[in-house]
């Protein structure tokens, strides 16, 4: 049934299932024995990953990392600060960075770079949507959902104001939610 607030729906629940289980697959075959851990963004990042790490079939661990960046709500400022840091160390550890969307790529490029200084023996991203036309920093995606154009999209972890995120597709607001 789709939510009163959604103009259309962008993916739907059976495209990122499938989409999904297709990436934990090749993931479960490129880690074969090795030391798995799953780094997730909080809060965007917890629905793909918690569907993602079922359809994995190695042993691994996972891990959450909240961060906010500052600016106006729908942008991002590069200015990233770290509200919750890993539990567990990841020094020597092949480390897959789950998250919801790269837009920019600010956010991301931060945490790579925050990740990067721990000494993992590898590090990769696997995002769900990837928005190519506003990229700022170029990062290499090994894993990646699908391409989506320049709208602001919500559901399947991604929010608008914090909500949405529940919504088991991705889709794309109406204009008077933004204008109310
Ligand atoms: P970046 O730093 O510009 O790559 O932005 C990444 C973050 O911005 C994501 O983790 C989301 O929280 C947010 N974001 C970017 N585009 C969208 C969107 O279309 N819908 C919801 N959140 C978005
Ligand atoms: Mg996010």
Redesign the pocket.
């Known amino acids: 049934m789709l939510n009163d607030d959604i103009e259309k729906v962008l993916i739907t629940e059976a495209e990122i299932k499938y989409k999904v289980h297709e990436l934990g697959g090749i993931i479960s075959s490129d880690y074969r024995g090795k030391d798995l851990v799953l780094v997730s963004?909080l809060r965007?990042?917890v629905v793909f990953v918690a569907d993602l790490m079922r359809s994995i079939s190695i042993p691994l661990t996972i891990d959450f990392m909240a961060i906010s960046?500052y600016g106006p709500s729908?942008?991002?400022s590069?200015v990233v600060k770290v509200l919750k840091d890993l539990e567990e160390n990841i020094y020597n550890r092949h480390v897959v960075v789950v998250?919801?969307?790269?837009?920019?790529?600010?956010?991301?490029?931060?945490l790579l770079r925050n990740l990067e200084s721990r000494k993992p023996a590898s590090i990769n991203i696997c995002v769900l949507?990837n928005?190519p036309a506003?990229?700022?920093?170029d990062l290499p995606i090994k894993y990646k959902g699908f391409d989506?154009p320049d709208?602001?999209?919500?559901g399947y972890g991604?929010?608008?104001q914090q909500n949405y995120r529940h919504l088991p597709y991705v889709g794309i607001l109406k204009k008077e939610v933004y204008e109310i």
Do not use: H, P, Q
């Not at 837009?103 to 991301?108: S, V």
């Not at 506003?134 to 920093?137: G, K, L």
């Open positions: 963004v965007g990042g960046s729908t942008e991002t590069g998250e919801d969307i790269i837009d920019t790529g600010l956010t991301l490029g931060y949507l928005k506003r990229r700022i920093v989506v709208l602001f999209v919500v991604l929010d608008y």
